[in-house]
């Protein structure tokens, strides 16, 4: 593993987004460190391997109703979450 290399993966939700990062990860770890951005309530946070790096983010998936917007402005807000994250894995 490369002390230089840094790979953040955003892969989240379902197996069908999180088998084909895993894929890829598995040929890349050689060659770079691995760190996984995945969402705490979902099936990544328990199914991603311990060899990479797992930070997740405390989110949901926005429903239609009255607090519709309040959704879509905590997920605009864990956008800094991600922020720091990439600042402090560089």
């Known amino acids: ?3 230089e290399n840094n ?3 955003a ?3 379902t197996g069908g987004h999180i088998f084909p990062a895993l894929a890829v990860c598995k040929n890349l770890e050689e060659y770079w ?3 996984w951005l995945g969402v705490r ?3 990544d946070a328990n199914f991603v391997p311990q060899k990479y790096h797992l930070s ?3 989110i949901n998936t926005p429903k239609k109703n009255i607090f519709l ?3 879509y402005l905590d997920i605009l807000m864990s956008t800094f979450h991600i922020i720091r994250i990439l600042k ?3």
Do not use: E, P
Request: aromatic share 8%.
């Open 33 to 35: 460190n691995i760190h």
């Open 69 to 71: 917007v309040f959704q």
């Open 1 to 3: 593993m490369s002390q």
């Open 88 to 90: 402090a894995k560089k």
């Open 7 to 9: 790979l953040l993966v």
């Open 41 to 43: 309530q979902r099936f």
């Open 11 to 13: 892969a989240s939700g």
């Open 56 to 58: 997740t983010l405390n």
